[in-house]
């Protein structure tokens, strides 16, 4: 066989590097001669031996695995499953000079390549990655604590549950994303959302600096005064892989939380709403309200039931000035909880064990709208739209409707012209998530017209003629526009940026700024 004896010789020429080599799988020799073989095939221009090489240079705790290995599918699972990239092998790095190499063997071969951290990554452009290397970051988890200066250093793959567990043993607290299981770095790249942003500005808002490995291979540290910096607050998928970053951490002063969780049914979705935008007029920064609307038949077998959370920071129970105007509406369930900053993921389903948390198979495509407010019209209208799309004999009875109505005065202090986030103004992230079984392009277009109907909806009902859309929540068929702003100047010079630091455009399968 080719492989073999080629894989062999290459072995025997350099096994004077071996000491010290990554972890290569126990299940055996076959997967790495075939996929190395498979790797040759695609990419002509390198050859085993030089693959090789490239395995001796990485640490010794990195990890590589081939189709047909378990662990490659372990590393390489994600959580929506529609318009998904394809890749050939999967490497874990364990240091960030790691990436370094990869990035280089990938540019050296001509090798597509695509960083995964927790691959919550929902957007179908991913889907235009049809082989190449996965580098799973799942390995560069670590959160150092410079007390000195109230910053942190967090590793490009750490996770977010244990981020604030770390910092919050330790006095602190930062802006992370909300949900338990998401890892810190995917959401700040777009921005990012979380509990803190109305005291203290955007995930992204934090960076203090990054370490960043470029599409060149060589890792170059982005501070304020890089003009990276600025893109890299909220299109930063765009422009390499954040190995590591410094950002702003915060003593641990917003402990205390309570929350009301008030349920109705659907016919209360125009009132609802009614009472959303007088309560919420002047939202202050320790207030956060969402919604969920979702098919709970135990509750209502009829339709969706809306369930509302207002949740209050400082306070043992929340202040009856924020929920008296739902209580006046008769919720068919009312749960007030009180607690600390830790339990927010839990009374929202997004801890460890929560739904949204799991992978499981299936498609979960999301058509995010950012708001100034809600339209309480649109908002009936779009109820029995997804009531009538989300019934019980259909395929996406699993639909989630998502309304987010985090504080915003810490997002609005920044300057909005000094990120590429484009979308400051805007108080309301929403979004339907149609869950489906994956695998059938019918079903995927249906999808699709589906979410993009509800998403109209509202977006008429805002009165806008251009849409303004979340890149990390988004489906994929939205515009760079939709995703980093209308103002011209905003896609110029990001576009000039890619020229600059990526001209192949080896970062263009998430949000692509071309
Ligand atoms: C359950 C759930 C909860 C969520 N909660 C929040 C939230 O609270 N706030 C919020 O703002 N968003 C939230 N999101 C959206 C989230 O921001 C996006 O889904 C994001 O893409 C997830 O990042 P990831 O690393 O898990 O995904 P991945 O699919 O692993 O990564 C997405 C893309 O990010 C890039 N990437 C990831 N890591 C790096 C890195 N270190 N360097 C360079 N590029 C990198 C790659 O291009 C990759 O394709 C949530 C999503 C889900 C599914």
């Known amino acids: 066989m080719r492989w073999q004896s080629m894989l062999l010789a290459a072995a025997t020429a ?18 790495y001669a075939r996929g ?26 990195a990890e590589i695995y081939f189709q047909g290995q378990n662990k490659f599918n372990t590393y390489s699972i994600r959580w929506s499953n529609v318009g998904t ?38 957007i179908t452009t991913l889907k235009n990655m049809s082989w190449g290397i996965l580098i799973n970051l799942r390995k560069l988890s670590g959160v150092t604590i410079h007390a000195a200066n109230e910053t942190a250093t967090i590793l490009g793959g750490t996770n977010s549950k244990y981020m604030i567990q770390q910092l919050w043993d330790a006095g602190y607290q930062a802006v992370t994303g909300t949900c338990e299981c998401v890892n810190y770095m995917g959401p700040a ?80 979705a125009k009132d609802l709403y009614e009472a959303a935008i007088t309560t919420f007029a002047n939202q202050p920064v320790e207030v956060i309200q969402w919604s969920y609307w979702m098919n709970i038949p135990q509750l209502d077998p009829t339709g969706p039931i809306i369930e509302f959370y207002i949740i209050q920071e400082g306070v043992t129970a929340v202040d009856s000035q924020w929920t008296a105007a739902f209580y006046a509406l008769n919720p068919i369930a009312a749960n007030p909880q009180t607690g600390s900053y830790l339990d927010l ?27 100034e407010s809600f339209n309480a019209t649109a908002m009936e209208e779009v109820y029995e739209a997804f009531k009538a799309g989300t019934n019980s004999s259909g395929p996406f009875y699993n639909s989630l409707f998502m309304f987010e109505g985090y504080s915003m005065q810490g997002v609005q202090a920044k300057n909005a012209s000094n990120a590429a986030f484009a979308w400051r103004n805007d108080n309301l992230l929403v979004a339907p998530l149609i869950q489906y079984q994956p695998g059938n392009p019918a079903l995927d277009e249906a999808a699709k017209q589906f979410g993009n109907e509800l998403r109209q ?16 929540y988004a489906y994929g068929d939205e515009t760079p526009e939709e995703w980093y702003g209308h103002e011209s100047w905003r896609l110029t010079k990001l576009r000039q940026l890619k020229t600059k630091y990526d001209p192949n455009n080896r970062f263009s399968f998430y949000g692509p700024v071309n």
């Open 457 to 472: 909806i509202l977006h008429r009902g805002s009165g806008r003629t251009e849409m303004h859309t979340y890149v990390n």
């Open 189 to 268: 790249l777009g921005g990012g959302h979380g509990w803190l942003q109305g005291h203290y500005g955007l995930i992204a808002d934090q960076f203090r600096s990054l370490n960043v490995v470029l599409a060149n291979g060589t890792k170059i540290t982005v501070g304020p005064d890089h003009e990276l910096f600025w893109a890299m607050n909220g299109a930063g998928h765009n422009f390499g892989i954040v190995t590591s970053a410094n950002i702003k951490i915060y003593p641990k002063i917003h402990t205390t939380y309570a929350i009301e969780i008030l349920t109705f049914t659907g016919d209360k």
């Open 85 to 122: 990239p394809k890749v050939n092998i999967t490497i874990l790095p364990a240091t960030e000079n790691d990436v370094v190499e990869i990035v280089r063997l990938a540019n050296g071969c001509n090798i597509p390549f695509l960083a995964y951290n927790s691959a919550h990554g929902s």
């Open 14 to 31: 350099f096994s004077g590097l071996v000491a010290g080599m990554p972890i290569l799988d126990p299940e055996g020799f076959t997967p």
């Open 36 to 61: 190395l073989e498979e790797l040759t095939l695609f990419s002509p221009g390198c050859s085993i031996p030089d693959f090789w090489r490239f395995i001796t240079r990485l640490s010794h705790n």
């Open 345 to 371: 993921s839990t009374w929202l389903s997004i801890n460890m064990d929560g739904p949204p948390c799991q992978k499981t198979g299936m498609a979960n495509p999301r058509f995010p709208l950012y708001l």
